[in-house]
């Protein structure tokens, strides 16, 4: 009998982990950064949509810890209306259509911040962020510099100005590597924007069957 529940551990450990659906509910808090201007968030369970009139703002939501050592991550987005290509280098400068962000911190300060806000984790110097976009005058798979986190944020582009509806799938794991050179990291938490207020324009966007794994 042991010999048979060691097989059975062996096989179910080396199944692949489950995708873990992360819902679009009542945990996403928005996070303005005027007090005259923010986007406009319908959050519906399995989507969210994003409408942004000459404005910005972010939507954050916290991650249990089931969800920290997630290395790959799924989606779907859409966009109707967006803004014009634009440098996602310069500061001041850089709408665009959506951005997703993954927040990370190593495994010490993830339990010491449990609960923070969006504000205090993105300020933190061992916090690191990547941020994927659909907007910008950039190739796809374009890394950048984020000219608001400075070495702590990499915004990766997928795809550029425009509208449309795409699928993208990422792997964290490679991504962060690549940008922040490894080191073990929990993904503590999940960010969206849409940015029009630079170039007061419209966006008219969303974002659905969001899973990481």
């Given at each position: 009998?042991?010999?048979?529940?060691?097989?059975?551990?062996?096989?179910?450990?080396?199944?692949?982990?489950?995708?873990?659906?992360?819902?679009?509910?009542?945990?996403?808090?928005?996070?303005?950064?005027?007090?005259?201007?923010?986007?406009?968030?319908?959050?519906?369970?399995?989507?969210?949509?994003?409408?942004?009139?000459?404005?910005?703002?972010?939507?954050?939501?916290?991650?249990?810890?089931?969800?920290?050592?997630?290395?790959?991550?799924?989606?779907?987005?859409?966009?109707?209306?967006?803004?014009?290509?634009?440098?996602?280098?310069?500061?001041?400068?850089?709408?665009r259509n959506l951005a997703l962000y993954f927040v990370f911190l190593p495994d010490a300060e993830a339990q010491?911040?449990?609960?923070?806000?969006?504000?205090?984790?993105?300020?933190?110097?061992?916090?690191?962020?990547?941020?994927?976009?659909?907007?910008?005058?950039?190739?796809?798979?374009?890394?950048?510099?984020?000219p608001y986190l400075g070495n702590r944020g990499k915004t990766i582009v997928l795809r550029g100005s425009g509208t449309g509806s795409a699928n993208e799938?990422?792997?964290?794991?490679?991504?962060?590597?690549?940008?922040?050179?490894?080191?073990?990291?929990?993904?503590?938490?999940?960010?969206?924007?849409?940015?029009?207020?630079?170039?007061?324009?419209?966006?008219?966007?969303?974002?659905?069957?969001?899973?990481?794994?």
């Amino acid at each position: 009998m042991f010999r048979l529940l060691t097989a059975a551990a062996v096989c179910l450990s080396a199944l692949p982990a489950m995708a873990a659906p992360v819902s679009f509910d009542g945990s996403w808090k928005t996070q303005k950064f005027s007090l005259f201007s923010s986007n406009t968030y319908g959050f519906n369970g399995s989507s969210v949509s994003v409408a942004s009139n000459g404005s910005v703002s972010l939507a954050y939501r916290p991650l249990p810890e089931s969800y920290w050592e997630a290395s790959t991550a799924k989606w779907s987005w859409s966009v109707q209306e967006g803004v014009p290509a634009t440098d996602l280098r310069k500061k001041g400068g850089d709408d665009r259509n959506l951005a997703l962000y993954f927040v990370f911190l190593p495994d010490a300060e993830a339990q010491a911040l449990k609960g923070a806000s969006v504000r205090q984790l993105l300020t933190n110097d061992a916090a690191r962020v990547l941020v994927y976009v659909w907007g910008g005058a950039h190739n796809r798979g374009a890394v950048l510099s984020s000219p608001y986190l400075g070495n702590r944020g990499k915004t990766i582009v997928l795809r550029g100005s425009g509208t449309g509806s795409a699928n993208e799938s990422v792997n964290l794991s490679r991504d962060y590597a690549n940008a922040f050179g490894g080191g073990d990291a929990a993904l503590v938490g999940l960010a969206l924007s849409g940015d029009s207020d630079d170039t007061d324009t419209r966006i008219r966007a969303s974002i659905s069957s969001l899973t990481v794994n």
